[in-house]
């Protein structure tokens, strides 16, 4: 087994490109945020950021970390076979590599994915209706998230092929019986995808307690909505700047809380 030392010892030895560090620091960005917002499940859910470059490497967190442990060297670099490209201690999840590897090479936009096992999300995916258009939250989502039928734990590579399908070109991924996804074009929009999924899914399960009949506006209305929140609809006034001004938000945050994710 290796010692903590000699962990450390790997992980000083990390040496990258300014733009790869800089995608390091996002995703572990990413990590240090999912932790705070109490998204996790032990070990054992994952993120992964593809790299620049034609070989698809990408990172993945090293296995074994809590996620309030990752920082941007102790990420682990691999290829889309799920084999380290350079030296590290750690092993990766095999569920994360059969989940991200299936998404990163089928989709080009796809750069971050990110996956997650909370409570809401799981009962979500155990509801057979999924995702409802109850609160504006989840209008983002609204005919924009797709399915995903339980196979098991995802061990097999089989199910790559149908993981791609199900997810289509959607930006969210419910996965029945198991729990929620997102990707996004950066770590940033993956993160904010995930965040107001979760919420979504929040607001739903509290929703369904209360016992009363659930109000879903027309699916007019909840078309519009979701095309308001992609940036795909005309409006009177326009909010361009707002993920960017939250994203920003969430790193002062780190800053404050942990900075030394960027170490």
Known sequence: MTSTAEKTAVEKTVSVSAAEWELRCQLAAVYRLVAHFRMTD????????????????????????????????NLVKIDLDGKAVEPSPYPVNPAGFVIHSAIHR????AQCVLHTHTKAGCAVAAQEGGLLPLNQMSMEFYDRVGYHDYEGVALNLDEQKRLVADIGGHPALILRNHGLLTVGE???????????????????VTAQAGGSALVIP??????YTARQLTGEAETDLEDADAYDLAWSAMLRLLDRVAPDYRS
Request: aromatic share 12%; glycine share 4%; charged share 20%.
């Open 186 to 204: 950066s770590a940033a929009q993956a993160f904010l995808r995930m965040y107001y999924l979760e919420k979504a899914c929040e607001i739903q």
């Open 106 to 109: 089928a989709r080009e936009d």
């Open 218 to 223: 027309p699916a007019e209305i909840c078309d």
């Open 42 to 73: 032990l070990i054992f859910t994952h993120i992964s950021l593809r790299l620049p470059g034609p070989d698809h490497h990408f990172l993945i967190n090293p296995y074994g970390l809590l996620f309030e442990e990752i920082t941007a060297s």
